[in-house]
């Protein structure tokens, strides 16, 4: 059973930095995708960055978080980290952690937007952006 646990979300001004957390557990697959996915306000869910993990790693970043944002991964811990720095008002959302394993590959398109691909999520943590 895949679990993920988020953490770390909170209120920041504008430019600050956040760094969020999931915990994940139950992942023994040598292929999977997992990353950052965020619904702001009366949006839809959205991809922020993604990893690819199979013979090697491919990571994708949105439009919105390339340059900003930083996705990591600490095996030892099975832990994936989301470092946001120069945070905008707009980055408000409520963040969530989402895995999918033995999962048959996706574009980079998909990967970032297809939410419906990925059968696991954790419950989302709150990020506030305040000017």
């Known amino acids: 059973q895949v679990q993920l646990l988020e953490s770390g979300g909170g209120s920041v001004q504008a430019v600050g930095s956040l760094r969020l957390s999931c915990k994940f557990s139950g992942i023994t697959a040598i292929t999977y995708y997992i990353g950052w996915f965020r619904q702001p306000p009366g949006k839809e869910r959205e991809g922020v960055a993604v990893?690819?993990?199979?013979?090697?790693?491919?990571?994708y970043y949105s439009h919105s978080g390339k340059g900003r944002f930083t996705i990591s991964q600490d095996t030892n811990s099975n832990t994936l980290y989301l470092q946001m720095n120069s945070l905008k008002t707009e980055d408000t959302a409520v963040y969530y952690c989402?895995?999918?394993?033995?999962?048959?590959?996706?574009?980079?398109?998909?990967?970032?937007?297809?939410?419906?691909?990925?059968?696991?999520w954790g419950q989302g943590t709150q990020v506030t952006v305040s000017s």
């Open positions: 989402a895995a999918d394993i033995w999962t048959p590959v996706m574009t980079e398109m998909q990967a970032l937007g297809d939410v419906h691909k990925y059968h696991y």
């Open positions: 990893l690819w993990i199979h013979s090697k790693t491919i990571t």
